[in-house]
């Protein structure tokens, strides 16, 4: 198992080429069961998540050209309707092949994810609006079993906003016969990424990027080519970074407005941004100031930067609160923030983060993909050797992140232990 070994204190300058959202290829990829044709991607980020995504679409029958960040899927000799249980279980994203499934060929297998280290996540959303589109559904074994001749229109109101669960119906209604409304739902740039390729497709989709899409099923969608969206978050997680260490970084590749709540957070901590776009450079002097947030769906606070932003509260000579709301056990990397010296208390929800002059280097040891960040950030200001341990959770969703950091001038490298 890899881990990385950090030694802290450097101030970041440079550049940081942003890769495409994971968030945004995951479901994405999945448009290649809703076609025959060929669907060309470019900027799909290199991640174990994406490879994984890739494994069980090629099981399915989907080809896959892969060059570089470009990719061309076709899904015309697509014969395998399964999602086992070894491949969901490492990612539970897989469970976005339910509904392409269902919609284009009548039936899918797909293993019920289980709980993960953040939250229960549930998936009954993504089951009760595939049986309201009349889809008989059937949970044997740990697998949920669906079947429909072809899927009909109706409205859906989902008990609360969920990102893949929006993905997941989206998908289905698109190929549904007559109209789909579904209400509440996630308005999340990652969700809109998608519904703008499948307008390419052929799809009639209104309501992109609101809480209500109504959507037109057609007969049929065909090919088309997609730029995946930059990662807002692995954006978000460089921008902690610098505002923890400080120094001069800009970030390339990128996108200013879907990234809104986290930058005016940044500014709120005392860093200079210059945003032009598609490029943020981040200018950071002094020490950070503490900054108190609530997370909640887009376009408020994501959780997906909760963890991020601790860690650089850790240094602030305030003290500052967190609250999550989105998922129930998303404070994993307090306990791990604690052993470099930070002084953080859970209660619920909240965190009560009170800022220390300085965190030291200590062994720590990653239990989610965005803990693990937190972790690096607080490694890279923290003094002395950091080693962070378990990070095959970084390589599901960040792109080379100690490359991209040691080229800024970080003191990062990755040894693998047997
Ligand atoms: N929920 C249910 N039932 C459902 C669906 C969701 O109770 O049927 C609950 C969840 O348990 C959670 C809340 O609703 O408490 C929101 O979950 P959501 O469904 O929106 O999360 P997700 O779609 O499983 C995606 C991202 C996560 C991100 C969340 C929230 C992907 C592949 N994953 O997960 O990303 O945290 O939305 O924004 O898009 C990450 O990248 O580190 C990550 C965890």
Do not use: W
Request: aromatic fraction near 4%; proline fraction near 3%; glycine fraction near 10%.
């Amino acid at each position: 198992m890899d881990k990385l070994i950090i030694h802290g204190g450097r101030r970041l300058n440079g550049e940081i080429p942003i890769s495409g959202a994971k968030n945004a290829a995951l479901p994405i990829l999945c448009t290649g069961l809703l076609t025959a044709d060929d669907v060309v991607l470019t900027n799909v980020p290199h991640l174990k998540d994406v490879q994984t995504m890739l494994d069980l679409l090629r099981q399915m029958g989907v080809s896959i050209k892969q060059e570089g960040d470009r990719m061309i899927l076709n899904g015309r000799n697509v014969n395998q309707f399964d999602a086992p249980y070894e491949l969901v279980k490492t990612m539970r994203a897989a469970i976005l092949v339910l509904c392409p499934l269902v919609a284009r060929f009548g039936e899918a297998r797909v293993s019920l994810p289980g709980g993960c280290a953040i939250g229960s996540r549930p998936v009954e959303q993504h089951i009760k609006g595939l049986r309201a589109m009349g889809a008989e559904v059937e949970i044997k074994g740990g697998y949920i079993y669906a079947r429909a001749k072809r899927l009909k229109g109706t409205r859906i109101v989902t008990d609360m906003i969920t990102v893949t669960g929006t993905e997941n119906l989206l998908m289905a209604a698109v190929l549904a016969e007559g109209e789909t409304i579904i209400k509440n739902a996630a308005r999340e740039p990652e969700v809109t990424d998608l519904a703008h390729l499948l307008v390419k497709m052929g799809a009639k989709i209104e309501g992109i990027g609101t809480d209500q899409l109504v959507i037109h099923g057609v007969e049929s969608l065909h090919g088309a080519a997609h730029h995946v969206i930059p990662d807002r978050i692995e954006t978000g997680t460089f921008l902690c970074a610098v505002a923890a260490t400080g120094g001069d970084v800009l970030l390339t590749n990128t996108c200013d407005n879907i990234l809104d709540v986290a930058l005016h957070k940044i500014r709120e901590m005392g860093a200079v941004l210059t945003c032009c776009g598609d490029s943020i450079r981040i200018q950071m002097d002094k020490r950070p100031k503490g900054v108190s947030f609530r997370t909640t769906e887009y376009p408020g606070f994501p959780t997906d930067m909760q963890a991020q932003f601790m860690a650089v509260n850790c240094l602030a000579a305030e003290t500052t609160h967190v609250v999550e709301t989105i998922f129930e056990n998303r404070f994993m990397h307090v306990q791990e923030l604690n052993r470099l010296g930070a002084k953080i208390r859970t209660e619920g929800n909240t965190a009560f983060v009170t800022g220390v002059d300085k965190l030291v280097g200590a062994p720590v040891m990653a239990t989610d993909l965005r803990a693990s960040a937190s972790l690096v950030i607080a490694g890279l200001a923290a003094q002395g050797e950091t080693h962070v341990n378990r990070i095959y959770h970084l390589d599901r969703g960040y792109d080379q992140m100690e490359v991209k950091l040691a080229a800024v001038g970080a003191d990062i490298r990755r040894v693998s232990k047997e």
